[in-house]
């Protein structure tokens, strides 16, 4: 029996329904009409289910629970950006800090700038981030800031510079796609808290990033993600991508430990069989799960990282 292999015209077809997707995800105003909807409402939230702990933080405290069980980390993020209004940017801000004294050990924080003020104001965005800081400094958890679309990406290291200036556990997110992750990365190197690589989901132009599909990301990936293994420095290979994790593996010698400065992290109900082999091997390793009402914008981004994703979705709208 042979397999053929995907004709262009369906691979074409898979670009653009990636490229829709990603354009979709981007319309702020669908990220509420479409959970409020009667109809598209109900059937969104079973796609959803897949990729999302929940709307609250008791629905992540409790898949939390359960992967800490499994002997995974987890990374928590309360899902939410392009806030634009100055008070309610600091009530989200309020679900963080609950977020930093609730959840158990063994669990980091991740958050959108723009979540917390920096579509309003940086200094906004500054003061909320520095609560933040703060209070997962008091409860022994590291705090990550997630990236964003390019055109935010100067505000946001920039933020993330002035948190380095007082506290030592503020992470940073940094995305493979982006030409100018070369020169960012040496400059994020020289200080202090985890650096987490991406792929990057956002649409972008190709001047600035390289293509999703673009063999050239992938040697990108491998490159920066080898950069951080030599460094020493604490940092996360956050992927899906077999191949990328077998050849960061191989770089690591096959082996890690407890005690290792780097980590493997998937994204919720991604990549499980990913960790359970990374952590057999010795590595640390990390489930990210977000939580919150604003799902939408999430979601598309994760169905147009895979067309497969697509057919999955479509079985999960039509189940009971």
Known sequence: MTTSLPSTSTTAISAQAAQVLRTLALDEELKWRIPEDPVMG???????????????????????????????????????????????????????????RLL??????????????????????????????????????EMIISAEGSDRTDAVLALHRALCERFDHVGITVQARLHRTAEDLRALLALPGRIRLVKGAFLEPEDIAYPREAPALSAAYVDYAEQLADSGHLCSFATHDWDLIHRIDHHLGGTGHETAPWEFETLLGLGPDRLDAMAE??????????????????????LAEDPQRLLQALVDAAAS
């Open 42 to 100: 109900p059937l969104a939230r079973k796609v959803a289910r897949r990729f999302v702990a929940g709307e609250t933080l008791t629905d992540a405290l409790d898949r939390a629970k359960r992967i800490l069980a499994d002997g995974h980390r987890v990374n928590v993020e309360y899902m939410g950006e392009s806030c634009r209004d100055q008070q309610r940017a600091a009530a989200e801000a309020d679900v963080f800090l609950d977020a930093a």
């Open 281 to 302: 091997r010795g590595h640390p390793t990390r489930e990210y799960v977000v939580f919150g009402t604003e799902w939408w914008l999430y979601v598309c981004n994760r």
């Open 104 to 141: 158990p050990p063994g669990c980091s924080i991740s958050l959108d700038l723009s979540h917390i003020g920096l579509a309003v104001d940086e200094e906004l965005a500054l003061a909320n981030a520095t609560r933040i800081a703060q209070a997962t400094a008091e409860t022994g958890r």
